[in-house]
């Protein structure tokens, strides 16, 4: 079987063929992936294609691939640089990277791969990135009105979140209007339009995500403390449930997993401060959430306090068991599997 490991670009892809001894067989830099297919189908035999797992400039060469029957796995960047390093050539390129894809994936067995269904949960994704995208270019444009409010009235206080509400919106708006016609004024009146718009969005791209998590995942809704944002977190983040065959997969992928950190007679474990931080996020809101309201998780952080554990500790731990049951709901979801 030959392996091609491919280093993407945008306006070029180098790809190098390896046999399963990992010795390199051919190389070539082409422009498109139509060209990529020609020259692979020359080298003869049996195929597994390897792409550094970049999905904003992979996804196109993925879709050629996939039409045509080819077979592919996705290598982590990280599984890279021990390659690069174990190579014979040294210094960075192309040709060097895409072997070292090539040979990353001949030594891992258990690469994730393209599953039925990631389109659905990619469109997700899309739909929970430009929702944070929104809220952040929300937050800085009432950022400055409040900078020009207080400019304008030091008097004038606006409670915390209120510019979040359409009544305080136009509460303002009815104010600037009064003001004396100047820059400023005319600045603040467009950045409270600009916050209105922006919040209006908001709320039907959440509606949306309520609308696609209660057709995809609804159990996820049920769990306590995960509303549709949360919900809609976790399944972009995680993705295809099939990709983790345990819980334990799911919470290391999170970084919600304790590390092994022991030596001699001492045995400990430490704080896992990689994996997925947005997934590890998501997790972390709705732990909170719990240990506010939801009274078994109340009672398990106390019972974790009366074991000697911090707060931040016992949280961890009941990230831990969030992660177990995220696993299970969503492996038992009829929509998902």
Same mark, same amino acid.
């Given at each position: 079987m030959i392996v091609v490991g491919v280093d993407v670009h945008k306006r070029s892809l180098t790809a190098v063929a390896v046999d399963e001894a990992g010795r390199q067989l051919a190389e070539q830099t082409v422009a498109a992936a139509e060209e990529l297919l020609t020259w692979a189908a020359s080298l003869g035999g049996e195929r597994l294609w390897a792409i550094e797992d970049c999905r904003q400039l992979t996804r196109t060469l993925e879709r050629t691939l996939l039409a045509v029957g080819e077979r592919l796995v996705r290598v982590p960047p990280k599984l890279m640089a021990p390659e690069r390093r174990a190579g014979r050539t040294r210094g960075k390129s192309d040709p060097i990277d895409a072997l070292a894809v090539a040979r990353a994936a001949l030594r891992e067995p258990r690469l994730d791969h393209p599953r039925p269904g990631e389109e659905r949960l990619r469109e997700l994704k899309l739909l929970v990135d430009h929702r944070e995208? *929104?809220?952040?270019?929300?937050?800085? !444009?009432?950022?400055?009105?409040?900078?020009?409010?207080?400019?304008?009235?030091?008097?004038? !206080?606006?409670p915390l979140g209120a510019l979040d509400r359409a009544v305080?919106?136009?509460r303002l708006q009815r104010r600037l209007t009064r003001q004396p016609h100047s820059i400023q004024v005319q600045i603040a009146r467009e950045l409270v339009g600009r916050c209105r718009g922006l919040t209006r969005t908001i709320l039907g791209l959440e509606h949306e *995500?309520?609308?696609?998590?209660?057709?995809? !995942?609804?159990?996820?809704?049920?769990?306590?403390? /995960?509303?549709?944002?949360? !919900?809609?977190k976790l399944l972009a983040e995680i993705g295809p449930i099939e990709r983790f065959d345990t819980d334990a997969q799911l919470a290391r992928h999170a970084g919600v997993a304790?590390?092994?950190?022991?030596?001699?007679?001492?045995?400990?474990?430490?704080?896992?401060?990689?994996?997925?931080?947005?997934?590890? /996020?998501a997790l972390h809101r709705i732990a909170i959430t719990q240990g506010r309201f939801h009274p078994p998780a109340r009672a398990y952080l106390d019972r974790k306090h009366a074991e000697g554990k911090s707060r931040r500790e016992a949280l961890r731990c009941l990230k831990r068991q969030l992660a177990r049951t995220v696993y299970t709901t969503l492996k038992n979801s009829p929509s998902l599997t």
């Open positions: 995208d *929104l809220v952040a270019e929300r937050r800085r !444009a009432q950022q400055r009105l409040r900078w020009h409010l207080h400019d304008l009235d030091p008097s004038f !206080a606006v305080w919106l136009d *995500l309520q609308v696609r998590i209660a057709t995809t !995942a609804p159990a996820l809704l049920a769990l306590p403390g /995960c509303g549709p944002v949360s !919900a809609a304790p590390l092994e950190a022991s030596s001699g007679r001492i045995q400990r474990h430490r704080l896992d401060r990689g994996g997925n931080r947005q997934l590890n /996020c």
